[in-house]
Structure formats: structure tokens, C-alpha cells
């Protein structure tokens, strides 16, 4: 069975609430719900936290302890220099994921300091990028 952590950072809490526009009316629960149902030979574990240290500190514990992570690192792709060490410093592979095309947004968030520490960026398919990544990792 794959051990797979899915990590959420900053205001990905509010997701069916937060700018429905952007990001959809569906809570994480629910897609996360969805995952697991759709891969049982799956142990899909779930963090979230809108704290940078404690994003690291779950990396740390994930990264050694799963066979690959899922990030959605929110604003903090966009800032942290520490996430991308974080990403370095475990054997587990990280998928980066966003469920916006960033690229078609504001220009600050077309830069992320993640990506080159990931093995992969699935962005701008809804709730299904997380599906994406699974995928991903799975294979």
C-alpha cells in the first residue's frame, strides 16, 4: 500500500468558501473524501496548516516516513526559500500543486520557490490537480 501525505498550506482551510471564482465550491474534505474512496490500495494522509514552520516541520516527518507528498504550499510557493530546502532535504518525492493556473494570475504568483525542489507542478485543474498528482506518484 502507498503512503501518500497530502500537505495544504495557507488559507487552503477556507477552500469552498474562499473565492469560489478562483478556487470552486467544494470543501478539501470532500475531495479528500473522493481520493480515498477512488484509491483504497492508497493510505492517504492530510495536513494543513496556514503556519509556515509547522509546513516544514510536517515535510520533515512525511518526507521520510511516506512514499511521496502532494504540496498546495498556497502563498508560501511564491516566498519560501525554507520550503524548497525543506522539499531537499527528504528521499520522499513532492508533487507541487495548485488548483488556479497561477500563470494566468497576478505576476508575484508566476514565480515559485518550490518547483525546482519538486518532482513534478500540476496547476489549473480545479480539485482534480490533487488527483493529477496522485496519479503521479502512484506510477
Do not use: W
Amino acid at each position: 500500500m502507498k503512503k501518500i501525505e497530502i500537505i495544504n498550506g495557507p488559507n487552503l482551510n477556507l477552500l469552498g468558501k474562499r473565492e469560489p471564482s478562483v478556487y470552486g465550491n467544494t470543501a478539501f474534505e470532500t475531495c479528500l473524501e473522493t481520493l480515498r474512496a477512488s484509491y483504497p490500495e492508497c493510505d492517504i494522509a492530510y495536513f494543513q496548516s496556514n503556519i509556515e514552520g509547522e509546513l516544514i516541520n510536517r515535510i520533515h516527518e512525511a518526507g521520510f516516513a511516506s512514499d511521496g507528498i502532494i504540496l498546495n504550499a498556497g502563498a508560501y510557493t511564491h516566498t519560501s526559500v525554507a520550503l524548497h530546502d525543506a522539499i531537499k532535504a527528504v528521499p520522499a518525492p513532492v508533487v507541487e500543486v495548485h488548483i488556479s493556473n497561477v500563470h494566468a494570475r497576478e505576476e508575484f504568483r508566476h514565480r515559485s520557490y518550490i518547483s525546482a525542489a519538486c518532482k513534478g507542478v500540476i496547476a489549473g485543474f480545479g480539485m482534480d490537480s490533487y488527483r493529477l498528482a496522485l496519479e503521479a506518484l502512484i506510477k
